[in-house]
């Protein structure tokens, strides 16, 4: 059974209680509900008891305002997740029974230390209560004072710390526990709110660079990135793509001298005007940038008889372009630039990296730090092209063919 710890902060109305649940559902096994509130009212009375409905009958509820350890040791034994709600209330409960400061803080180590030993997983929530005006009377102002202790002592002894924006989480500290996030992820098929926004935000964000400074990329996080890249999907699991990681200086300034060579050859295709913009640009980095990756393709990977080839078989280098935007887009979520060479001769790049014959390269990429990233596309920001209408790149049924009853619902880019 997995054994963690979880914050859950926000303010008032965050969504804690239901992040809290929605994290507790992922789990089977027995489920309990510590709550810390008195139903001293017929209001306190009525939303416990629709909070209660609203969780189901897999929960078990129990209620404990004043020392929730006990609860802990016991539930602890055989519950698959426990969620305490909430640390706050508890502490008011406390200030309520005239309980010194000192001793407030001693039960809260006592708590913390039942949390992190025992054998399920804890879920506990909390309200930030420091972020509004300072309280007009000494009761009030000692209540934010020893719960902003609380929070401190329990956020820095938990696995993770999840804060709660407006019903979105932001998690500000992360688990560590490889398996518990596995568990987490897997559970569901729609990704959060949070980790949609760091997705797009990748893929919209993502640029071709070609200016790169002196900073060194750490060998962990190219790692990660090229552990991405070799996650893509491909034709029959046929996974033909290697990764040359270039660091050499001699050999990256063969490379640099092949791309002058290609582009002096490609400029004297363009128009006039086409080649005063064309020498304008700055097209590589292979000289700037710390790390070159050639990309390549082994078509002879797995025999010649691969499941899916057997109609379209450049299937392997589609493959390999999935394999390359992996890349490009964990590269840009580590704050790492890419620029992706073209203008090169294969011939020449094959025999500078001692390429064999059967294989492909299909791209040459500059991977580095940038002092800042394109805010659009460089050739775009540079008057060589505009990037065409969506509504103009989608048909229906067939060529050309307009929507009947059904049409996509285009987002608003900025």
Request: charge should be neutral; aromatic fraction near 8%; proline fraction near 4%.
């Amino acid at each position: 059974m997995l054994n963690k710890t979880i914050l859950i902060t926000g303010g008032c109305r965050s969504g804690k209680s239901r992040q809290a649940l929605s994290i507790a559902d992922k789990f089977s096994g027995r489920k309990v509900f510590l709550a810390t509130a008195e139903p001293l009212d017929a209001e306190m009375k009525e939303r416990i008891a629709r909070h209660q409905q609203e969780r189901g009958k897999d929960w078990i509820t129990q209620e404990e305002p004043l020392d929730p350890v006990v609860v802990l040791k016991e539930e602890g034994k055989q519950a698959a997740v426990i969620v305490m709600d909430c640390l706050t209330l508890w502490v008011s409960n406390m200030m309520m029974k005239n309980m010194e400061r000192s001793a407030i803080l001693d039960k809260l180590e006592t708590l913390i230390d039942a949390c992190v030993r025992t054998h399920c997983t804890v879920i506990l929530i909390t309200n930030e209560v420091g972020a509004g005006i300072v309280p007009g009377n000494e009761l009030s102002r000692n209540f934010r004072d020893i719960a902003g202790d609380a929070n401190q002592k329990v956020a820095s002894r938990f696995d993770q710390v999840v804060h709660m924006v407006s019903g979105i989480p932001v998690t500000i500290k992360s688990a560590s526990n490889d398996a518990f996030e596995k568990l987490h992820d897997e559970s569901a098929h729609e990704f959060s709110p949070q980790k949609k926004q760091g997705l797009y935000e990748a893929i919209y964000k993502r640029r071709d660079i070609r200016h790169f400074n002196s900073s060194p990329i750490d060998p962990t996080v190219l790692g990660r990135v090229l552990d991405a890249a070799h996650h893509a999907g491909s034709v029959g699991f046929m996974q033909p793509w290697n990764f040359l990681v270039i660091n050499d200086q001699k050999l990256k300034e063969k490379v640099a001298y092949n791309f002058k060579e290609a582009s002096a050859t490609a400029a004297v295709q363009l128009s006039k005007d086409r080649q005063q913009l064309y020498k304008s640009l700055k097209l590589e980095g292979i000289l700037d940038s710390p790390i070159n990756i050639c990309v390549t393709c082994d078509s002879t990977r797995f025999g010649p008889n691969v499941l899916g080839r057997d109609t379209i078989k450049e299937t392997d280098l589609f493959s390999t372009c999935c394999a390359i935007q992996n890349l490009w887009l964990a590269a840009r979520a580590e704050g790492l630039a890419v620029g992706w060479v073209s203008i090169l001769s294969q011939e020449q790049l094959k025999k500078d990296l001692e390429i064999p014959g059967h294989v492909f390269p299909v791209a040459y990429l500059c991977l580095g730090h940038t002092d800042e990233f394109y805010k659009k596309p460089m050739l775009e920001s540079a008057g060589w092209a505009n990037r065409t209408p969506l509504e103009k790149l989608i048909y229906y049924n067939t060529w050309k063919g307009n929507p009947q009853g059904f049409s996509v619902q285009i987002p608003t880019q900025s």
